[in-house]
């Protein structure tokens, strides 16, 4: 079994505010599939990238689920400290500054490579599918009790270990 992850609920939100500057708030397609939500994005990039190879990549609804959700209070959704969603919205505004440049195209390319290789890095390489699969599936956000942040500051904010600085500004 995985263990649970604070790095997981924080890409989690990343990518979300990241796929809706990008995607949905503007109202842009992706490999020219229509995007209406953070759902049907991962469900593209499963479907393009990953077709055909999903013995290579298993998921396993109980076990994975611990990547970006938690079960509490009889609800699923995933943690978040209030000071994470100033920190993220940050990192996500510099990130998508940086493909906004790109054409339609050459932007979607790059951002699939971008997920793929951030999700990675915190998930682990076989882990990837389900973290798309599960994570993004309109699941709440909670704020989270002080412990599970201790955690995080324990350890750097979690991100040395996935390869990170403190200051994750990806």
């Not at 979300?16 to 995607?23: A, D, F, G, V």
């Not at 440049?101 to 682990?124: H, K, M, N, S, W």
Request: proline share 7%; aromatic share 10%.
């Amino acid at each position: 079994m995985l263990k649970i992850q604070p790095q997981g609920y924080i890409l989690r939100l990343f990518l979300e505010l990241l796929i809706r500057h990008l995607y949905l708030d503007p109202g842009r397609p992706l490999f020219h599939h229509p995007v209406s939500s953070a759902e049907d994005f991962f469900r593209v990039v499963v479907q393009t990238r990953f077709r055909g190879q999903e013995e290579l990549f298993p998921v396993e609804l109980e076990a994975d689920q611990v990547l970006c959700l938690e079960a509490a209070q009889g609800r699923v959704s995933t943690p978040m400290a209030q000071f994470m969603h100033g920190e993220v919205t940050l990192d996500k505004e510099i990130v998508a500054q940086h493909f906004e440049e790109f054409p339609e195209d050459i932007r979607d390319i790059l951002v699939v490579d971008y997920v793929e290789q951030v999700t990675a890095q915190v998930v682990g390489v076989p882990k990837v599918v389900a973290f798309f699969s599960l994570c993004f599936q309109g699941h709440p956000f909670h704020i989270a009790p002080g412990h599970l942040w201790d955690q995080i500051g324990s350890e750097n904010r979690g991100m040395e270990r996935a390869g990170k600085p403190p200051q994750m500004h990806t």
